[in-house]
């Protein structure tokens, strides 16, 4: 039958929930195979089991069989579909098998020691022993996941199989996510993640987290320093903090390259340079950044620092760079620029999204407590260069190059990193993008670009009992 052998996942029964955990991440099998001193079979247990045992107040220092399930599906060697189906009845695979994906079983001789595993479709086919067919990753919550980057993801995350979960106020409404909500493998808590009720609910089950929420942008962090840091970094903690007990390793932090600051314009900046912030905004993605990955145990960070974003999305943004360039070059016929000479470094929202795609299907070793710059080295503009291309995008825009407004922030980014170690490139351009709004214009879809709803800082304003922002 030629198993594939998959030793990372063979445990004792005196294994500890920690350390089974720690198993299954680095294996990416989603479950554990327990075993005696001779390899024979006593139980599994899946990562579900153990989010549930520690549900039901079982320690994280108790031993495995606590929460093992003692009579598993199990192949032999010899087996092939009709063997599977003699031995089990379509009911009895239905119900062991995941609500999305296969069922992974081991794999045992006629003695009953384990010599592998595979994976087992709901039909009872028998299917490679690839660790990684299935992915580790099933289901994800995407906290703010309503918001400009959250609404792209979600469609990303749908196309490619996964369950997804969404946890947001909804402060924007519901029009970015709304789309999603035929699909079965969608849900929507509608809720504050500073909650810790909310937080628990909105968890169970989940196998990774991306954190999209909170204050964006540095005029609307500015707006109230207190709140900033109730949502940009306490509520951080706390549903990492709830992560880690409950053994949801794989946690996705979204921050921001303006965490570089005013930087010096020579060689780009890597993610092992001196940050130098100049907003609350960046200070506390700085604080949330090093609260993250001083955790440890288990629990595997990964923090994107993302260039500045644009493009088109289900949860439209006019208050970013390209975007509202391009919404007054179509409604004003003008470019304005004021300044112009600083540097910022670009990616368009699919691009964005994607990259937390690449870091939740990569072995968990390769993004554990990892720091990614998000964007492309050829998308490092100034600003001036960006009203530019914008100008001759849109027919009859003119640039309107005006004095300087003070802004200390520049800085030009390296994004080697995350090539290099995950093989993400963009695939989209300022000039695209261009095209794709100009077509969304001529559609008449934006009636308003000023209006609030598009404005993270106009509703910061607007919206006194505000809950959260999302990216």
């Known amino acids: 039958m030629g198993e594939t052998s998959q030793t990372d996942a063979l445990v004792d029964r005196s294994t500890t929930l920690e350390e089974a955990m720690l198993a299954i991440d680095q294996s990416g099998l989603g479950l554990v195979v327990v075993v005696d001193d001779d390899r024979r079979l ?15 107040g079982v320690s994280l220092d108790a031993p495995i069989e606590d929460v093992m399930n003692e ?49 087992l479709t709901r039909n009872g086919d028998i299917i490679g022993a690839n660790s990684r067919l299935n992915g580790a990753v099933k289901t994800v919550l995407v906290v703010g996941g309503a918001g400009y980057i959250g609404s792209v993801l ?52 989940v196998d990774a987290v991306v954190h999209l929420g909170g204050l964006v942008g540095d005029p609307a962090s500015s707006l109230d320093p207190s709140r900033t840091l109730a949502l940009n970094l306490h509520s951080v903690k706390l549903v990492a903090n709830i992560c880690k007990y409950h053994q949801i390793n794989r946690f996705l932090f979204a921050s921001t390259c303006s965490v570089y600051g005013k930087g010096e ?7 092992e340079d001196d940050l130098n912030p100049v907003s609350l905004y960046a200070r506390t993605k700085i604080e949330s950044e090093r ?11 990964t923090i994107l620092r993302m260039a500045t974003v644009y493009g ?11 975007n509202v360039l391009n919404a007054k070059a179509h409604t004003e016929g003008v470019v304005p620029i004021f300044g112009g000479d600083q540097f910022r470094p670009n990616v368009h929202v699919a691009d964005a999204a994607r990259a937390y795609v690449h870091c ?76 794709e709004l100009g077509e969304a214009f001529d559609r008449g879809e934006f009636h308003d670009y000023t209006d609030k709803v598009y404005s993270n800082y106009k509703t910061a304003i607007e919206d006194s009992d505000i809950e959260a922002y999302a990216d």
């Open 154 to 205: 979600c469609g990303q995350l749908l196309d490619r199989d996964y369950t997804v979960r969404v946890l947001d106020p909804l402060l924007f409404g519901d029009h970015g996510i709304s789309q999603y909500y035929e699909n079965d493998r969608f849900t929507l808590i509608e809720g504050d993640m500073r909650s810790i009720e909310t937080v628990m609910e909105a968890i169970e089950g």
């Open 42 to 56: 006593v139980g599994t247990a899946t990562d579900g089991d153990i989010r549930r045992g520690i549900l039901d």
């Open 291 to 301: 609260e993250l990955l001083a955790m440890n145990g288990n629990f595997a960070p």
């Open 312 to 322: 088109l999305s289900p949860r439209m943004r006019f208050d970013l760079v390209v």
């Open 265 to 271: 314009i020579g060689d780009l900046l890597t993610e």
């Open 360 to 435: 939740l299907e990569a072995p968990i070793e390769d993004v554990d407590h990892e720091v990614f710059n998000v964007g492309s080295n050829a998308q490092n503009y100034r600003i001036e260069e960006i009203g530019r291309i914008v100008a001759d995008h849109v027919p009859g825009a003119t640039l309107d190059l005006q004095a300087d407004k003070e802004d200390d922030r520049s800085y030009r980014v390296d994004f080697s990193k995350i090539e290099r170690t995950l093989g993400y490139q963009t695939t989209h351009s300022i000039e695209s993008a261009c095209d």
């Open 71 to 119: 009579d598993p599906v199990v192949v032999r060697e010899s087996w092939g579909h009709s063997d599977v189906t003699d031995e089990y009845s379509p009911a009895r695979l239905q119900r062991a098998s995941p609500e999305h994906g296969n069922l992974v079983v081991p794999i045992v001789d006629e003695d009953s020691a384990v010599t592998g595993v595979r994976f």
